[in-house]
């Protein structure tokens, strides 16, 4: 069969554009082909001669690839996947551009048979007789379009009076609360319309699903708006809400519209499942209505295809007027990639992905039956193709040894920080998923699993539910012991009120937050603010360095606490009383050490200042005892050797941490430097623990740990437990002893023991009267020496 030699060139490039652009791990050329492609040597002019194409296609590769190559690794945003028929969705839009410029008479009939092929495919796909279609890029299109039509059809004079028609019975469309965020507020700006043309109908409250439409307060509101001079134009129902999945009653707001001459217009995801054999009475309804959006492009992966909206109306002149129909061949080509991705998969294709997407929603929803701690938001469990869950506190809470009673303030909103903290974790685990974090206004923060949605573009199997699944068992124990540890955590903070200060935070997804409170009276309040928030940053860097499971973090990246320390999931073998122990220690330690340096400037000039005068109130007795004949070289030297003198000068010491001097005549008596009393340590354990546990673990508790925990040897163990041990004021043995020849040795030695004050340690600088000067130069330096 020959093919035109430009239509296949189209398809080759595209091809080969693909390969390409779809070799994401490709090792790029190191050297000059790096440089080549980098987005800082591209230059601004275009280039002269132009470039070959396969260069361009490179160019874009690394334009799109740019932000891995930086990081040095694999983008953690998973990229759609583009298989065959992808590509034939994508080789719609290259034919649309050649079969533009055909010549008038050719488009027109081949835009028409394309038109018109997919208009009727889909009715008998989506059970839609007798409709016709409009495709649309943007999902929300198709809807401002019918309600032209609408106001076409029920206001004659429309076409010719315009908007002034519309003052003397104001149009009213009614949407349900659970519609999509700004739907109304969307149609009201593109139609011209104020807002009090847009009327929100609650939700059942009583009776049904929560996310239903109130069928009997919508027929009151209508009654009302047409007693008030008002015209009811069009009614919006749900097929799927986009938070839950629940389906209107269809049926009876068909009814209700017949009743008022309004139009019905639904969408949703739920209708999806038209397509199958099987289709629940409340679904198969939507097939009653005057229009439907559907948008098969995410249901069955495919590629930068439109949505469609198939409506019924018999005059054509108005859809004209509206906009559903054109008479330009151009706009009929939106539906070129659709119908080449639908005869490439052909029926059967497109069945058994909608059906393998319901399959797996049924798949997740028996799993979490089995589950105690998770409780499941579904409208029909036989059929429902998107599954809704959330971890629950009531079902959750005997399943730990930890106490929940009197934890009521801001239950609710502790619950939806967990949730979405549930969320964003399995949705980091198992990418393939696609499971997203939604907000409700009944349920609150839930976790929604809608594989028609996502399950074409993301390749999801039933290898990702099993994988879904046993994450979930691995992070719900984590959740419900933390949740019964949060009141403990709370009590124990309480109970070191002095130092540490708990933080309210509901919103965060852990044990609860804390704060150093350091001692500051007296203090200003921009010191105070600078102590606070050093003590705390160097408390929680200390933290983060304990060998312990726990996470401990500023908090969350917009939250209202400053200068805090937020404490992680935990398992329930966390002993929180030696957790909020070791806090509190640690906070000790770095607020009297932050003081001792603070102090040791001020300590070491008094204490040069002291030494100073020592050396020369000892230089004035030696001169007195030895006389003044002494100190004459030769005549000093021939005294001292048949009168040796016998000197009653004692050395002194500096003690850096007492800020004192003190005689030396103990340790030269004793030969050996003697030892302050050090202060009682602070215990941070109860026991020891056994090797291979972690800090903050109860011995003899069962649990499994949250994240893999490599095994330890006891050795190791040990010494990590003696480095990791707190300790309010330990001093271990003091230096030696340096002699204080002048006020510089004593400043140097001083600048030198800076940092091991710090820890505390007992720094003594020694002042000595020198020896040799007692006695003659010769033997009794020696022996001075020995």
Known sequence: MMVDSTLAQVGKNLSDAMRILEDGQRELETGTERRR????????PLQGDGQDVTTILHLVHNLIHEEEEKEDKPSQHRMQNVGEQGHMALLGHSLAAYISVLDRERLRKLTTRILSDTT???????????????????????????????????????????YAVLSSKQPVIYQSASSRPGLGQHLCSQLGLP?????????????????????????????????????????????????????????????????YSMWLHVEGVNLATLVLGQVPSAIMAATRS????????????????????LYRHEDPALSLAAGLTSSQPVEKLRALPLWLSLQYLGHNGIVQKIRQATA???QLLQKLKSLASIKTSVEDEHSSPVVLFKFSQEMSAASSGGSVEGYCAGEREVLDAFNRWLGEQLARLVPSSGVEVVELEDEGTCVRFSPLL???????????????????????????????????????????????????????????????????E??????????????????????????????????????????????????????????????????????????????????????????????????????????????????GSVLNWFSPVQSSIKGRTFNL???????????????????????????????????????????????????????????????????????SSTLPPTSPAVPEEDSHSASDVSAEKMEESSEQVLTQVETEEALEERQPEGQEVEESRR
Request: charged share 25%.
């Open 37 to 44: 492609f980098s987005r800082t040597s591209i230059p601004g």
């Open 290 to 309: 005057d229009s439907m959006t559907l948008t098969p492009g995410q249901w069955l992966g495919l590629p930068a295809v439109t949505a469609v909206t």
């Open 195 to 259: 807002l009090s043309s847009l009327c929100t109908v609650p939700c059942n409250t009583i009776f049904g699903s929560q996310h239903q439409m109130d069928v009997a307060l919508l027929d009151k509101l209508i009654k009302e708006d047409v007693e008030a001079g008002k015209l009811p134009l069009l009614l919006i129902a749900n097929a799927g809400t986009p938070g839950a999945g629940h389906t209107d009653k269809l049926g009876r707001l068909k009814d209700l519209c017949d009743q």
């Open 360 to 362: 797996l929603s049924q």
């Open 522 to 635: 007296g203090v200003d309040e921009n010191r105070r603010k600078q102590e606070l928030e050093k003590i705390n940053t160097e408390l929680l860097k200390k933290l983060q360095e304990l060998d312990t499971d726990i996470v401990f973090s500023t908090g969350p990246e917009f939250g209202t606490e400053e200068d805090c320390i937020f404490v992680g999931m935990v398992t329930e073998d966390v002993d929180v009383p030696e957790l909020v122990d070791t806090i509190a220690a640690l906070g000790r330690d770095i607020e009297e050490s932050g003081r001792l340096l603070e102090n040791m400037t001020e300590v070491v000039r008094k204490g040069i200042l002291e030494a100073e005068l020592q050396l020369q109130k000892a230089n004035e007795e030696k001169l007195m005892e030895e006389g003044v004949l002494r100190q004459l070289p030769l005549v």
């Open 657 to 727: 941490a007492a800020g004192s001097l003190d005689s030396t005549e103990g340790t030269y008596s004793t030969k050996a430097q003697t030892d302050r009393p050090s202060l009682q340590d602070t215990p941070t354990s109860s026991s020891k623990r056994l090797p291979g546990q972690r800090l903050f673990r109860r011995s003899g508790a069962s649990s499994d740990s949250f994240s893999e925990t490599s095994s330890i040897g006891q050795t190791d163990e040990t010494a990590r437990e003696e480095s990791t041990t707190v300790s």
């Open 454 to 520: 996502t399950a074409a573009v993301l390749g999801t199997q039933q290898e990702d539910v099993e994988d879904l699944v046993e994450k979930l068992m691995e992070l719900v124990p984590v959740m419900s012991s933390t949740m019964c540890l949060r009141q403990d955590f709370r009590e124990e903070t309480h109970r070191h009120a002095a130092s540490l200060r708990y933080i309210e935070e509901l919103s965060w997804p852990g044990l609860g937050a804390v704060r150093y409170q350091p001692q500051t």
């Open 120 to 162: 009727l495919w889909l009715c008998r796909l989506f059970r839609y007789e007798n409709g016709s279609a409009y495709f649309h890029e943007d999902n929300r299109d198709g809807l401002v379009k019918v309600c032209r039509l609408v106001i076409n059809a029920r206001y004659e004079e429309y076409a010719s009076e315009g």
